[in-house]
């Protein structure tokens, strides 16, 4: 499975971004897609997970209405939109292949999506 | 800020074994058995180690080990290796959605 993120985002404090996650078009309704941020030198944070067969989400309380999951199965892609970005918006956004118990199996994780919120 | 609780730290020689805990409460470890465990080397992304509180995915040694017992959960890295020198980080289902630990940086001496 490969799951492919943009690389890397430069933001300014106060703008928004919306980060996509593509998968491939002929799995992609058959998992929850999970979104796990890592800030720098920071342990991982599970932030939230999305089916894309009916768009069921679930967000981890410290993210829920701080963040925005959605996903469009058209195009076989997930989303992850931050609004109002803050210097400690800044870190590694992963989205994954999960299930919904939290398990998360080799060659499921895109490559991350950095994130920089600067002035 | 995590609901888990993890060491920060644990060591052991070449060898040796580790054993890494994971504590949490009667709502999330203490009620699902839905306790899988990563490793991180620095820079990658998270490796599936232990799901589902013991079992191992395929190609992953039998040196590594889970249980539970209460509210806690336990990873236990037997035959210690240089390359077993990661961070480890626990993940518990809570009925709703789940949640990591805060990690624990394995170091090899």
């Known amino acids: 499975v490969q799951l492919v993120q943009p690389g890397a985002e430069v933001k300014k404090p106060g703008e928004s971004l919306k980060i996509s996650c593509e998968g491939p078009?002929?799995?992609?309704?058959?998992?929850?897609i999970a979104w796990v941020r890592q800030r720098p030198g920071k342990g991982l944070e599970w932030m939230g997970i999305?089916?894309?067969?009916?768009?069921?989400?679930r967000y981890s309380p410290s993210f829920q209405g701080q963040v925005t999951i959605s996903v469009d199965k058209a195009i076989s892609t997930a989303y992850l939109q931050l609004n109002t970005l803050k210097a400690s918006d800044t870190a590694i956004y992963y989205c994954?292949?999960?299930?919904?118990?939290?398990?998360?199996?080799?060659?499921?994780w895109g490559q991350g999506t950095l994130v920089t919120v600067s002035s | 800020q995590s609901a888990l609780t993890q060491p920060p730290s644990a060591s052991g020689s070449p060898g040796q074994s580790v054993t890494i805990s994971c504590t949490g409460t009667?709502?999330?470890?203490?009620?699902?058995?839905?306790v899988s465990w990563y490793r991180q080397y620095p820079g990658k992304a998270p490796n599936l180690i232990i799901y589902?509180?013991?079992e191992r995915p395929s190609g992953v040694p039998d040196r590594f080990s889970g249980s539970k017992s209460g509210d806690t959960a336990s990873l236990t890295v037997s035959g210690l290796q240089p390359d077993d020198e990661a961070d480890y980080y626990c993940?518990?289902?809570?009925?709703?959605?789940?949640?990591f630990g805060p990690g624990t940086k394995v170091t090899v001496l």
């Open positions: 994954a292949r999960s299930t919904f118990f939290g398990v998360i199996a080799d060659h499921n």
């Open positions: 078009a002929d799995t992609f309704g058959t998992y929850w």
């Open positions: 999305i089916h894309p067969s009916d768009s069921d989400t």
């Open positions: 009667s709502s999330d470890v203490g009620r699902y058995d839905y």
């Open positions: 589902q509180v013991t």
């Open positions: 993940v518990s289902h809570t009925g709703t959605t789940n949640v």
